[in-house]
């Protein structure tokens, strides 16, 4: 028996505990197969700051999520130990510093990791501690930008480069690794050709809405096999009429109904951790951002789920 939420028909959903989906605490429970880490650091941002606020932002937008899902028949809270770990705390003024921070921390769960909050920047450290775990993984990067860039002012960890660098470390399948929901401007055509030659191959926004869901998760499954699988979801994927609460917002997004449609047809796939990023709730309204942020989790925690215990 594992410990779940706190019973909505008991306790209301505005009372209660401030965690992710009002679950336990890692601390109140023996050990977890899922822990719920928020990661509430924005220092590497081109643009809008406020993605540090986005690991609060996602618990509250998460607070009306129900234990069944049936969009994949499982109910994943009650098939798996799915626990809120709290944060990590990192140093808001040494990026060098809080990429190292959060590779050890991240590494130290005994637990596959979804993370909620931060800047993109946060998924290199991340990629890191689960390559370490898993070996070689295929990455599915759900993202309006390619965040495959060198450098911006001579920065090599910003929040647009962490594909590149973890690309050179290594740490990356790159006969597995997919952008989905691409568009808006680049620097130049060579960022397309970088991107190709680092490895990637491109979903726009536009296939999306031309092939639809099924038929992109199915094409995604095939390329990602059985190899282990880092999802990182950059919630700018998103239209901005369904997550304006983001630092680079870009018209002509997904929908969320899209975007968690390619997530469920990914079950079966062996997801080893994920990430949602890019939550910026001081640009959000009526929590429009934070409960697609949420729900995208919740999908997340479910495909694990589906795949049984850690
Ligand atoms: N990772 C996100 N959200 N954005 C990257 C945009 C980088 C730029 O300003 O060109
Ligand atoms: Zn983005
Ligand atoms: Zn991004």
């Avoid at 990356?172 to 130049?188: C, K, M, Q």
């Amino acid at each position: 028996m594992f410990q779940g939420p706190v019973d909505a028909s008991q306790v209301p959903r505005f009372a209660g505990p401030d965690t992710y989906a009002r679950l336990p605490r890692l601390d109140q429970v023996e050990r977890a197969d899922v822990a719920i880490v928020g990661v509430p650091f924005d220092s590497g941002v081109s643009y809008r700051p406020g993605a540090r606020f986005g690991p609060a932002a996602v618990r509250q937008g998460s607070k009306l999520i129900r234990p069944y899902n049936p969009a994949l028949d499982v109910s994943p809270f009650a098939d798996v130990q799915v626990a809120d770990a709290g944060d990590i705390a990192c140093n808001p003024f040494d990026i060098d510093r809080a990429i190292d921070t959060i590779e050890q921390a991240a590494g130290e769960f005994d637990a596959r990791l979804v993370t909620v909050g931060g800047d993109h920047t946060i998924a290199l450290p991340l990629l890191r501690a689960a390559h370490r775990k898993y070996g070689p993984l295929a990455l599915l990067h759900f993202d309006a930008h390619l965040d495959t860039w060198d450098t911006y002012f001579g920065a090599e960890y910003t929040h647009g480069t962490p594909f590149r660098r973890a690309v050179e470390e290594g740490i990356l399948d790159t006969e597995a690794l997919s952008h989905v929901g691409i568009r808006g401007p680049l620097y130049g055509k060579g960022d397309l050709a970088e991107d190709r030659r680092l490895g990637f191959g491109i979903v726009t926004s536009a296939d999306v809405m031309r092939r639809g869901p099924d038929e992109i998760a199915e094409a995604l499954r095939q390329r990602i096999g059985d190899r282990p699988l880092y999802v990182s979801v950059d919630i700018d994927t998103l239209d901005p009429a369904h997550a304006p609460g983001t630092g680079t917002p870009e018209a002509g997004g997904l929908t969320s109904r899209e975007l968690l449609e390619i997530l469920r047809g990914l079950a079966g796939c062996n997801l080893v951790g994920a990430d949602v990023v890019e939550v910026a709730p001081a640009y959000d309204h009526a929590e429009i951002t934070s409960v697609a942020a949420a729900h995208v989790a919740y999908d997340l925690i479910s495909l694990i789920a589906l795949g049984g215990r850690a």
